[in-house]
């Protein structure tokens, strides 16, 4: 079983930045970050396929986050800019096992086959 772990969350003001990382115990594939807020639910932020060279982002962090991988650390990257306060939630790393068209299933979580604990990111007005 791949074992993912995320680390980066915290507490910040609306305007600042963060950066998640998803370190995989690991090969993955297909890779993506999710996000739920208290009362709603899980949505889909951002995903990368297993070259890094194709990337989907939710319309609502267009511009501002980024995605990237690093295959020879097994670690997968979200760079969060311009932070606003309704991105609070937690944060989920996913990572698919094997290679699929992605780019027919990166925004659900059927897409993913393994998953992490969550960090929490705060935004600040």
């Given at each position: 079983q791949v074992q993912l772990a995320?680390?980066?969350g915290g507490l910040v003001?609306?305007?600042?930045?963060l950066r998640l990382s998803c370190a995989a115990s690991g090969r993955?594939?297909?890779t993506g970050w999710f996000r739920q807020a208290p009362g709603k639910e899980?949505?889909?932020?951002?995903?990368?396929?297993?070259s890094g060279g194709s990337t989907y982002y939710v319309d609502s962090v267009k511009g501002r986050f980024t995605i990237?991988?690093?295959?020879a650390k097994n670690t997968v990257y979200l760079q969060m800019n311009s932070l606003k306060p309704e991105d609070t939630a937690v944060y989920y790393c996913a990572a698919g096992a094997s290679i699929s068209s992605y780019s027919r299933n990166y925004y659900t979580p059927t897409g993913y086959a393994?998953?992490?604990?969550?960090?929490q990111v705060t935004v600040s007005s």
């Open positions: 995320e680390s980066g003001q609306a305007g600042g930045s993955t594939f297909g899980r949505e889909f932020v951002a995903g990368i396929d297993w990237s991988r690093d295959n393994y998953w992490g604990q969550g960090t």
